[in-house]
């Protein structure tokens, strides 16, 4: 006998938007998972699998999958577009009430989404994931722990800590995510901009099913980047505070030199002294145009108007 979850879940139409990049070898194992809650919860839907410029035959894979399974849609990107343009890019061609986004790795498993479609039907707009427990390396656990921490501390609205992009949305949660035209979507910070009821569900995430992750240390930095200077103005507000600082340390430090002269007869020394202050206020002064630079970069970005993606082909859509 069904339950009320699973009854209301029937009534629904489930959108899933997996970005699938060099997945081929354990793709299968993605579409049993999902099959297997689809035939469980009697879900009415539609897979969207995002290849993203993989270097193996990860479209051909989804081609054969989708001659099994006829709710699957394939979008095939020109090139490796980053793993954000291609959720984005998946969330665009969505239909369904309910959204969810999953990777393909089964770290985080669609087994758990019965249980976050479960906050939706309870008044929610959005269910996202808190990574309770990582099973990966300690350099990396320590990275992201980091990361989200110090954009936490940064932003100019509120980010949830250890909340990835791994969540479940209404469709009107999607239509308004999808307004924001950026070239350099950061996904869960657009999330929490746009508001609506929202609530953190705390899930251990696995350990990755197989093959390497796609997501390479300047991948990485990217995104962590892109958070950063797309919701926060602390890196250019912290410029004027160093400037702020340097002025002050200079002002003391020069009628410190000017006091010892006059009044003690000190002559002014140390081509060691000046060439650190030098050196250091040098290197500071190029920090500081690099921050600035990375602002101009993301308006230059935006100004030029360029289509964000380029979909090669696509397959159902």
């Known amino acids: 006998m069904l339950n009320l979850a699973s009854y209301y879940l029937m009534n629904k139409k489930i959108s899933i938007v997996v970005p699938i990049y ?4 354990f793709m299968h194992n993605l579409l ?17 699998l995002v290849e993203d410029g993989s270097k193996d035959e990860s479209f051909a894979k989804i081609e054969e999958l989708a001659k099994k399974h006829p709710y699957i849609k394939g979008i095939k990107l020109s090139k490796n577009f980053g793993h954000q343009i291609a959720v984005k890019t998946g969330l665009s061609h969505c239909t369904g009430d309910y959204i969810a986004i999953i990777d393909d790795d089964l770290q985080d498993p669609p087994a758990l989404l019965p249980y976050f479609f479960s906050y939706l039907d309870k008044g929610y ?30 932003s100019d609205i509120y980010i949830p800590i250890d909340s990835g992009d791994f969540c479940v949305m209404t469709s009107r949660v999607v239509t308004n995510m999808l307004r924001f035209n950026e070239q ?7 999330r929490a901009w746009v508001g609506f009821k929202q609530i953190g569900v705390e899930y251990e995430r696995a350990a990755r099913f197989d093959g390497q992750s796609g997501y390479t240390l300047k991948k990485l930095l990217k995104i962590a980047m892109d958070g950063i200077f ?13 400037g702020v600082v340097g002025f002050g340390f200079a002002t003391v430090y020069s009628f410190l030199l000017i006091f010892q002269y006059f009044y003690n007869g000190i002559a002014v ?23 600035i630079g990375e602002y101009i970069v993301r308006i230059y970005d935006e100004v030029r108007n360029r289509p964000y993606v380029v979909v090669e082909k696509t397959l159902n859509v």
Do not use: H
């Open 230 to 242: 797309s919701f926060s103005t602390a890196p250019i507000r912290l410029i004027t505070m160093l």
């Open 184 to 190: 350099n979507p950061f996904l869960r910070g657009i």
């Open 269 to 291: 020394q140390g081509f060691a002294t000046l060439a650190i202050i030098i050196s250091f206020f040098g290197s500071l002064t190029l920090i500081c145009l690099g921050v």
């Open 22 to 25: 060099n997945s081929s070898a």
């Open 125 to 154: 707009d959005v269910a996202y994931g808190i990574r309770k427990k990582r099973k990966e390396s300690l350099v990396k656990r320590i990275s992201y722990n980091s990361f989200y921490r110090i954009l936490k501390s940064m």
């Open 32 to 48: 049993e998972a999902i099959d297997a809650e689809k035939q469980k919860n009697l879900w009415v839907l539609e897979l969207i």
